[in-house]
């Protein structure tokens, strides 16, 4: 791998790629924008810099998404340990 | 995300960078589709956009920010600015949804604070941001404990396990001497079980530390973040690591081979994931939110 030497930006040249062309995942988005970056109180956040964002939109953003989309894990656990019995008796033979 | 412009009476503030910071910024739209451009405040560059009240203003705020698509229409367009501007000079990102009413209050947030700024910008020239996670998925289920006890019914003739045929038909008052009986092998093979998942998640630790420890060293700086959320990341298992690191640029191309060495040698069901370049989010914090306390000692 080569690095630009000196001039600027200085970036190396997986920045650009395959880094560059992929879409940035929103989760490790989020974990910067919401909880990282300057905080500086501008003129219209004033009333709203002790609420805990990421919390807040965190929590707006887990519910919106278990309206839209069944969690991976639903439908796991329950129904296993239903079947269990059953599987048992019929591995019997 | 309103895309009209007509109500646009505030100031959306992305990054606050070394000049010049406009070059990379033709073209680039910002949050609420405004455009992007600089305001020159003592010194340096604050990159910002117009954008309306009725969007930004404190009340839109608290709902728009409950609204998943309106979040993650912004934090990608701050992201966009952001990254653009961290390519051509160096910048100190600004959290999402800062907000001024105009330009002569976001100079004056700039003059009160350039001592703060000025040093993080000097701290961070030439360093980029790389993502490192780490997620754990646990033991399969593969190996249901109820097909296993079946062999607690098996005829003695076929043999179930280590047990042994003979395990069924000995009283259980002599077993327990021996091998012991099928309750007690069951427990057995259960302890082995739960020491073998103990084993797993020692492994699964060690090489968290190890991940986290050597990519450490290689870094100027590193920051942990809090473990994601497997609804947000569609990730299976946990998050075990979501670390960021503060390199060098010129040290980047070592970083990388080393964090894909330790992807490559993660013990089985754990994995690694790099992200990035980021422009420094994770290290851009003022030492202190209040303004400067020194008079204009470095005008």
Redesign the interface.
Known sequence: MRVHGGERPALPEWADSPFGDREVALVDLLDRVLATGVVVIGDLTISIAGVDLVRVSLNALVASIDEDTPSPWEGGDKADAGQERGAGDSGAR | MTHEREGAD?LY?YA?ARPPAGGALDGIAGVGGGPVHVVSAHGLDAVVSPVA?EE???EA??RN????AW??AA??A??RVVDAV????VA???????????EE?LRS?VGE?RGH?TA?LSRLV?R?EV?V?VHAVPEQ?GS?P??R??GR??EPGRPAGAAGPTGAARPAGQGGAAEGGPGRSYLVRRQRREAERERTWATVGAYVHRVRDELAAMAEDW?Q??P???????M?GSNVL?A?FLVP??R??RF??HAEHLRRVAPPGTLLSV????AP??????DD?APDREPEAHG
């Open positions: 505030a503030l606050v009240l930004f203003g404190e705020l608290r920010l409950e609204d998943m979040l993650e934090a990608r701050h992201h961290f390519r051509s000079t100190v990102p600004l959290r999402l949804a800062t907000v001024f009413l105009g209050s947030m604070r700024i993080v030439g980029i993502g996670r289920r249901r109820g097909g006890a079946s019914t098996a920051a973040h809090r994601q959320d497997p609804r947000l990341s569609r299976e979501n960021a640029a010129d980047s191309p990388l081979e992200s990035g370049p980021w989010y994770s290290f851009a914090r003022l939110a």
